[in-house]
């Protein structure tokens, strides 16, 4: 647990950076260049993220019953997974009507995913795993809707079919083998 506990406090921590302490983030770019930040905070993210799953996996092993999740909640995952990884692929891509609605797409897919995961997943490893980017999550949305908001460029409609398209086919390879692959549990 204790991994899995550390994999949570350096890639969550990388990523509250923003939120807790941006005044000294704005001063590590100006003083190192936003490209030398960028590579930092995607090396420390990248190891958080390898801690995490590591860590993830080792405490699912000896992880007691935190709650009993209810019987439901496996369907409601099967349900909000396509929508969440619809969510998080919009984020990624040019203006959107999803992007444009959303504001922050990627919050809300992670906000969805991890909720989804709580209501059917009541292990101590998972419990923490998932109310933690919940909480991170809900956070980060609440701050970034503080931030002054850039001027809205106009929503096209391609970059929705492609969300759809490539979410939909993420949800297919995470059906078919990466979940096990990735977490060692198989979706169905």
Do not use: C
């Not at 000294?24 to 590579?39: L, P, T, V």
């Not at 897919?109 to 809900?138: C, E, K, Q, R």
């Not at 929503?155 to 083998?177: E, Q, Y």
């Amino acid at each position: 647990m204790i991994i899995l506990i550390l994999g949570l406090i350096i890639f969550l921590g990388v990523h509250s950076v923003r939120i807790f302490a941006a005044d000294w983030r704005d001063a590590q770019i100006a003083a190192r260049g936003e490209n030398a930040w960028k590579g930092l905070y995607s090396i420390a993210a990248i190891i958080g993220l390898i801690v995490v799953i590591y860590g993830y996996g080792a405490a699912r092993e000896t992880a007691t019953s935190f709650y009993s999740p209810p019987a439901w909640g496996r369907s409601v995952l099967h349900v909000a997974m396509p929508i969440s990884l619809v969510l998080f692929v919009a984020s990624q891509l040019p203006m959107g009507h999803l992007k444009k609605r959303f504001g922050h797409p990627m919050l809300w897919g992670i906000i969805i995913w991890s909720a989804a995961h709580l209501l059917a997943n009541g292990d101590t490893a998972s419990v923490l795993l998932f109310a933690g980017f919940f909480v991170w999550s809900v956070v980060d949305l609440m701050s970034a809707r503080q931030r002054p908001q850039s001027e809205s460029e106009a929503a096209k409609v391609w970059p929705d079919l492609a969300a759809l398209i490539i979410g939909f086919g993420l949800t297919g390879i995470f059906v078919a083998f990466l979940h096990q692959w990735l977490i060692g549990v198989p979706v169905m």
